[in-house]
């Protein structure tokens, strides 16, 4: 029998619903003593830092802009590659983004790319640690610290990631988190904004705690959205209902991600449920969620190992490059495949479904038409990969299918290609 595997998989405490319900027994479920603990647990996890709860990660980041008083029309550097909402909040608060291109080993900006990209109006740069591998970060603050501009690290997909020994979030001057669903933290939807100056974490806790509190109703659907997510995904429900949807989405061609992702738009002004602050239910269930992320990123990292000792030696296939001074959260396993689509095809003909490209190569994008960017030579050869599924709670048989098959998709790839050539 098909058991089909989803592309993605959140990261779930087991007693969500019995947290839930004590928060609304105790009154608790938008304001409470859970918010500060888990800012202080949190901070305490990373080490010499203060932390901010925010109603999102890119509340966080904008708290973190505004709470810099950077200079209105600065620049403010960021990689080509990258969620289009990190530059486009960037925007919202006075600022003007630069691309750059990225390294396409790692996915990630490097101090070559940010040294050419500096100007006198540069004031920030936004270091992306993408998929969960951390940037050369001494070298890029290094730079930042002779040009006097800020470091703002990009942590959505790094939590429990380290470079140098040190954790991701604790190398520049700010950085901020991301609690969507499928981060390396779930608490479906918020995030943290940290820093070790005391007198700027000052000034975003005050823009945190100016907004007014969320509506109860928004955060009950956001809590029952993600229940109905997670045992979607669960590979036993996956097989018999997104599945069929997704298979017959493909084989129409439709492009079903659509209805998972937000439009790409300008957000100026933002949606009104931005300008909220983080909800005690989700701050209690991010508390409950930190004593089980190590177990999960150990559970994590040992798929990954699995997946590049299997992968690693097929023909067309390149696994992730992990620099040996640094740990990578692997939010996703990004590979590169002959012919991406094809590869793709072939696995979910299989019952594997597998993402593309999961970020945007921003200086494509109609939305940042005009603004300075390096050609993004490095950016684009993204689009030859794919994310294999390698959360925690796939099964160390689900990993091993999911390897043999995605090899046997790669070859059958190659295979195919070469008899066209010789055929031409």
Known sequence: MLRAISRYGARVIPNTQQVIAEMILRDQFIDGPHIAQ??????????????????????????????????RGGEIVMPALTFWVVPEVARV???????????????????????????????????????GLPCDMDEIVLIARRHHIRVIEDCAHAFGATYRGRPAGTLGDAAFFSFQMIKPLNTYGGGMAVTADRQLSGRIAELAANEPPPDRSIVKQRLWHGRVQRIATRPRIFTWTLFPAVYACARMQWNLDMYFWESIRRLDPFPEDYHQRYSNVQAAIGLESLRHVDDWARRTAAHAARMTADLRGVPGVSVPHVPPDRTHAFYQYCAYVPSRDAVAGRCLNRGVDLETLHVDVCPDLDLFQGLAHAVPQGARRANDTIQIPVYESLTDADVARVCEIVAEAAQSQMRSAATMVRES
Request: proline letters at 8%.
């Open 93 to 131: 608060a006075g600022l003007r983004p630069v691309f750059v291109d990225i390294d396409p080993l790692t996915f990630n900006m490097t101090p070559e790319t940010l040294e050419r990209a500096i100007t006198p109006r540069t004031v920030a740069v936004v270091p992306t640690h993408l998929w």
């Open 38 to 71: 888990f800012e202080a647990a949190f901070a305490a996890r990373l080490g010499s830092v203060h932390a901010t709860a925010a109603s999102y990660g890119r509340m966080a980041f904008y708290y973190i802009l505004k709470a810099m008083n950077l200079p």
